[in-house]
C-alpha cells in the first residue's frame, strides 16, 4: 500500500502516512489506491517496477508532472536495446540513428541515462491514461500487463546482434593484418 500524498511505501493498515502525515485512503477492487497509480504502474512496468515506481516519483510532485534528471545505467550503457526490451519502439529508433551521429553520438548515450527514465514515465503514464479511458475496470489489471512489461526476445536478439559485430571485426582486423603482411611480402619491405 502506498501513500496517495507523497507514493510512500506504507504497511498494511495504517490510517495515516508515517511521512507526510496525509489520510490513507482505502484500496480499490483491483488493488489500486485511490489516486496514487503506484499499484497500475506496478502492473504496467512489470520487471522492475520498485526500481521505477521510485524512479517515477521525482516526476510527479504534488501532482504536478516535471522534468527531473535521474540516471538509469542500462539506458545509459543499451540505450537502443533497452528501449526495445522497455517497448519504447519510436525512442528506440531515433536513438539508433542520433547515436550514429560521429560528434555527438556520445552526448546522446549521456543523454539516454539522464532522460531514460523520465521517457518511460511518460510512456507508462500515456498508456495506462489510454487503457483506463477505454477499458471496463475489471479488465484494466490484463490490459495493463499486455500493454507494459518488457519484451523478451531482445535481449536473446541483441547478444547475437553483438556478437556478430564482434565476430565482424575480428575478421576484420585479421584481415587487414593478412592484407598488410601479405602487401609487405609482395613489395619487399
Request: glycine letters at 12%; proline letters at 5%.
Amino acid at each position: 500500500m502506498f501513500c496517495a500524498k507523497c507514493g510512500r511505501d506504507l504497511p498494511e493498515g495504517a490510517a495515516f502516512c508515517m511521512n507526510c502525515g496525509a489520510p490513507v485512503k482505502p484500496d480499490l477492487p483491483g488493488g489500486t489506491a485511490a489516486g496514487s497509480g503506484i499499484d497500475e504502474i506496478g502492473l504496467f512496468v512489470g520487471k522492475n517496477s520498485g526500481y521505477y515506481s521510485t524512479a517515477f516519483r521525482k516526476f510527479n510532485i504534488r501532482g504536478v508532472e516535471t522534468f527531473a534528471p535521474t540516471w538509469n545505467w542500462a539506458a545509459f550503457l543499451y540505450n537502443f536495446w533497452w528501449m526495445l526490451y522497455r517497448k519504447l519502439y519510436l525512442w528506440a529508433l531515433a536513438w539508433f540513428f542520433l547515436t550514429l551521429i560521429p560528434i555527438f553520438g556520445f552526448a546522446f548515450w549521456i543523454a539516454a541515462g539522464i532522460t531514460g527514465n523520465y521517457l518511460y514515465y511518460r510512456h507508462a503514464t500515456s498508456k495506462i491514461r489510454e487503457a483506463k479511458s477505454v477499458q471496463p475496470p475489471d479488465q484494466l489489471t490484463a490490459v495493463l500487463v499486455e500493454l507494459g512489461g518488457v519484451n523478451g526476445w531482445v535481449i536473446p536478439v541483441a547478444v547475437v546482434v553483438m556478437t556478430g559485430f564482434l565476430l565482424l571485426a575480428i575478421l576484420f582486423g585479421y584481415g587487414v593484418g593478412f592484407f598488410c603482411s601479405f602487401a609487405r611480402k609482395g613489395v619487399g619491405i
